[in-house]
T-cell receptor
Framework: DVKVTQSSRYLVKRTGEKVFLECVQD?????MFWYRQDPGLGLRLIYF???????EKGDIPEGYSVSREKKERFSLILESASTNQTSMYLC?????????????FGPGTRLTVL | QKEVEQDPGPLSVPEGAIVSLNCTYS??????FMWYRQYSRKGPELLMY????GNKEDGRFTAQVDKSSKYISLFIRDSQPSDSATYLC???????????FGAGTRLFVKA
């Protein structure tokens, strides 16, 4: 059974803290993605990576950075968490040769910044 | 204007009803049209996808794409309480990295 796992289901952090969200996939997918999901706004792409050490900004990269040192692992970093980063964070992966870019999602991390 | 528009609902129907979920889009370059289902406290999972125009059927689910109208639909026949979830439409260009998602329609099927 293919899987995308995320390090935490729920996280509570304080304003100004550095936050790490980890994502691991076991499907040998080249592409990995980080989204945030907010009511009424749907899924918004933060960053994606199409290969190890490669990263591309999505639609809302401000306040975030990413790291992809290994093919299976993609980390999202909030350098200095703020209350407007309270959200559901979803990681996904897809195969490079997939024309449809079919994505497999993790269960999500609900982050609350106080 | 958003690239993809989807009514967030909620949509509440009795068990056994036919459900129609819809999205409109503005970018004529989209070639793959997908529907994801997301249960509460879970990540989205792909339900169906269609390439270009036409219909695709899978059990109780039918996806339709009308590229001339830039309109896609998902029909659920004989809806069940287990179909209660948020349904997100999504679309992408051939070979594209970026998939654009609708906001999702929350569906409740009452027993």
């Amino acid at each position: 059974d293919v899987k995308v796992t995320q390090s935490s289901r729920y996280l509570v952090k304080r304003t100004g803290e550095k936050v790490f969200l980890e994502c691991v996939q076991d499907m040998d997918h080249e592409n990995m993605f980080w989204y945030r999901q907010d009511p009424g706004l749907g899924l918004r792409l933060i960053y994606f990576s199409y290969d190890v050490k490669m990263k591309e900004k999505g639609d809302i990269p401000e306040g975030y950075s990413v790291s992809r040192e290994k093919k299976e692992r993609f980390s999202l970093i909030l350098e200095s968490a703020s209350t407007n980063q309270t959200s559901m964070y979803l990681c996904a992966s897809s195969l490079r040769t997939s024309g449809s870019n079919e994505q497999f999602f993790g269960p999500g991390t609900r982050l609350t910044v106080l | 204007q958003k690239e993809v528009e989807q009514d967030p609902g909620p949509l509440s129907v009795p068990e056994g009803a036919i459900v129609s979920l819809n999205c409109t889009y503005s970018n004529s370059a989209f070639q793959y049209f997908m529907w994801y289902r997301q249960y509460s406290r879970k990540g989205p999972e792909l339900l169906m996808y269609t390439y270009s125009s036409g219909n695709k059927e899978d059990g109780r689910f039918t996806a339709q794409v009308d590229k001339s109208s830039k309109y896609i639909s998902l029909f659920i026949r004989d809806s069940q309480p287990s179909d209660s979830a948020t349904y997100l439409c999504a679309m992408t260009r051939t070979g594209g990295f970026k998939t654009i998602f609708g906001a999702g329609t929350r569906l409740f099927v009452k027993a």
